[in-house]
């Protein structure tokens, strides 16, 4: 799960809540980057709450900054950035990225092209409800036309707009 470590309206803290309980409920195991802040750590405390694992793995040097999930089942502390999202994408079955920032597009879009180019084949599911990527997803639509993106690699995206959807899109595997 990649989503935003800033600080961000209510709204997306609920839903990102919303997405925790429904990981938990369903008996599944959030790997997340570790943090306990802003969605991340709203995410991890509702998957908790809601009887689910929870897994953090976040870099040392990224301890401090973004409040590491002390009480996550288990916290991995690596020691560089790409050692974290390596493990994040290892211990992953399917990939789902709720609105963040620049952190969580460079995620979203590394697990998506590699799915796109075939190195993985676990679901890339994004969840918004709300239209905040649609601008971006608009953009990159305008830009098969012109050569730059084919339809496949945005079709190796699946775009929901509820959690039960995200769920069931990234533990179909
Ligand atoms: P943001 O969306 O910018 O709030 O960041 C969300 C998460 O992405 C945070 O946990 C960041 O540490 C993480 N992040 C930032 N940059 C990178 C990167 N280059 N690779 C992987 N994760 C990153």
Same mark, same amino acid.
């Given at each position: @799960?990649?989503? $935003?470590?800033g600080p961000v309206?209510? /709204?997306? +803290?609920?839903?990102? !809540?919303? #997405? &925790? %309980? $429904? *990981?938990? !409920?369903?008996?599944? !195991? #959030? ?5 306990? *802040?802003?969605m991340?750590?709203?995410v991890?405390?509702?998957?908790? $709450? ?5 897994v953090?793995?976040i ?8 409040? /590491?999930? #002390?009480?996550?089942d288990?916290?991995?502390? %690596?020691? %560089? ?6 493990? @994040?994408?290892d ?5 789902i !990225? #709720?609105?963040?920032? *620049? ?9 998506? %092209?590699?799915?796109? =180019?075939? @190195? ?15 601008? @971006?997803?608009?953009w =990159?639509?305008? +830009?098969t ?6 339809? /496949? $690699? +945005? ?8 959690v &039960? ?9």
């Open positions: @799960m990649y989503c $935003a470590s309206d209510g /709204a997306y +803290l609920d839903l990102a !809540t919303e #997405l &925790g %309980t $429904a *990981i938990g !409920t369903g008996g599944h !195991t #959030l790997v997340s980057g570790g943090g306990n *802040i802003s991340m750590g709203a991890a405390e509702a998957t908790r $709450a809601a009887g689910g694992r929870t953090g793995i870099p040392r040097a990224l301890m401090e900054r973004e409040v /590491a999930d #002390l009480g996550a288990e916290l991995v502390v %690596t020691e %560089t950035m790409r050692e974290r999202k390596r493990q @994040m994408d211990r992953a079955d399917g990939f !990225t #709720l609105p963040g920032g *620049i952190g969580t597009l460079e995620e979203l879009f590394e697990t998506w %092209t590699a799915g796109y =180019l075939g @190195m993985h084949d676990k679901p890339v599911v994004m969840l918004d409800p709300g239209g905040f990527y649609a601008p @971006m997803l608009d =990159l639509q305008s +830009l036309g012109q050569g730059f993106v084919r339809q /496949a $690699a +945005l079709d190796r995206l699946t775009v929901v707009d509820s &039960g959807m995200a769920i069931e899109v990234a533990t179909a595997r």
